[in-house]
């Protein structure tokens, strides 16, 4: 059974950049598409985007200048940058494989925007 | 962006009825070179990560119980619960995964009555 796991830190400040990184377990990060998305407290679920190990990346528009996500083979993981983030960006993240739909997910990790 | 709405917002169900969720995209999520329909319903007990019930409109996850079951085509589809159990109590959200950006439904809270 696939396994997704969030880490990174919980607390950014205004205006810096949020990095979070998924570690993925019994399952190759070649074979599949891998996506990001958050969750305000109290509210519903945004897609952020997803990425390929092939390069391809699909980010949502209202976050595209902002948004960044690679990959990392030798490890199995994946990364999320949001840079010059806002109190808005304050979330629980989560990371979770694509196709078809979204799942497994992660348990997501809570990012909290303040100075 | 393709939009998606649901209804009700919420609704409380007894024990061992049924449940019934209706969820409505703005355009099409059907693919026509596949002919499948980009519909994903999604579980989110308190406290926890979503969870996939259903892909493809009416495909359920593996695991899942056969009394969740998806149904509808083109811009309407519906996530019926049958015999509802005391741990079916969650938010209920679709997603439509045929055209990026990928987007969810508000949610759907269920409770028991």
């Known amino acids: 059974q696939v396994q997704l796991q969030e880490s990174g830190p919980g607390l950014v400040k205004p205006s810096e950049t949020l990095s979070l990184t998924c570690t993925v377990s019994?399952?190759?990060?070649?074979?599949?598409?891998w996506s990001w998305l958050r969750q305000p407290p109290g509210k519903g679920l945004e897609w952020i985007g997803y990425?390929?190990?092939?390069?391809?990346?699909s980010y949502t528009p209202s976050l595209k200048s902002r948004v960044t996500m690679s990959l990392d083979t030798s490890k199995n993981q994946f990364s999320l940058k949001v840079s010059s983030v806002t109190a808005a960006d304050t979330a629980v993240y989560y990371c979770?494989?694509?196709?078809?739909?979204?799942?497994?997910w992660g348990q997501g990790i809570l990012v909290t925007v303040s100075s | 962006d393709i939009v998606m709405t649901q209804s009700p917002d919420s609704l409380a169900v007894s024990l061992g009825e049924r449940a019934t969720i209706k969820c409505k995209s703005s355009?099409?999520?059907?693919?026509?070179?596949?002919?499948?329909?980009?519909l994903a319903w999604y579980q989110q007990r308190p406290g926890q990560p979503p969870k996939q019930l259903i892909y493809?409109?009416?495909t359920r996850e593996s695991g899942v119980p056969d009394r969740f079951s998806g149904s509808g085509s083109g811009t309407d589809f519906t996530l019926t619960i049958s015999g509802l159990q005391a741990e079916d109590v969650a938010v209920y959200y679709c997603?439509?995964?045929?055209?990026?950006?990928?987007?969810f439904g508000p949610g759907t809270k269920l409770d028991i009555k």
């Open positions: 019994d399952a190759s990060i070649s074979d599949y598409y």
């Open positions: 355009q099409s999520v059907l693919y026509s070179s596949n002919n499948k329909e980009y």
């Open positions: 493809w409109a009416s």
């Open positions: 979770a494989r694509d196709g078809p739909g979204t799942g497994p």
């Open positions: 990425i390929h190990y092939s390069g391809s990346t």
């Open positions: 997603q439509q995964y045929c055209t990026t950006p990928f987007t």
